[in-house]
């Protein structure tokens, strides 16, 4: 009977000790909460010419995000560029241009090198645009909007 006792609280304290193991592993299909749409700048400068230039190669993987938003439509592009670690400021460019051209599109836009690290963004027939750098996550890169 003794033994019957010890084996039944043996039990007991395994079967407690795998329900905590359970209850407080995090379970490995949890997703990443999905990323917020960029923030829209506040005050909004027009023009219908930009450049970015690109310095420095990327120290990490990461992403880009601009904001491009015409004067006439109001309406917000968020242009999103995903970089790797050791990708120099010339590719990293070249991918700021090819993002651009396949997430904003050439009509309305005249896409651009100037350079091997500027893009230049010009509005086709006069078109005014706002072009902001919302963020970047890219360690080593830096990156610069101005009117051109």
Same mark, same amino acid.
């Given at each position: ?7 039944? /609280? ?10 905590? /193991?359970?209850?407080?592993?995090? %379970?490995?299909?949890?997703?990443? %909460? ?12 027009y023009t219908d010419d930009y450049r970015i230039n690109v310095n420095h190669d990327a ?14 439509? %109001? ?22 241009? #090819?993002a651009f051209v396949e997430q904003l599109g050439t009509k309305g836009y005249s896409i ?29 890169? #830096? ?6």
């Open positions: 009977m003794k033994t019957f006792r010890l084996m039944l /609280a043996g039990a007991a304290l395994l079967s407690s000790t795998l329900a905590f /193991a359970q209850a407080t592993t995090a %379970p490995e299909t949890a997703a990443a %909460p999905a990323a917020a749409p960029a923030t829209p700048a506040k005050k909004l400068s120290d990490s993987d990461g992403q880009i995000v601009f904001q491009v938003v015409t004067k006439k439509d %109001p309406k917000t592009t968020d242009v999103t560029v995903t970089i790797k670690k050791g990708t120099s400021e010339n590719h990293v460019a070249d991918a700021i241009k #090819k651009e090198m100037d350079g091997d690290e500027n893009v230049v963004i010009e509005g086709s027939g006069g078109k005014q645009y706002s072009l902001v750098l919302v963020s970047t996550t890219v360690k080593g890169v #830096k990156v610069s909007v101005h009117h051109d």
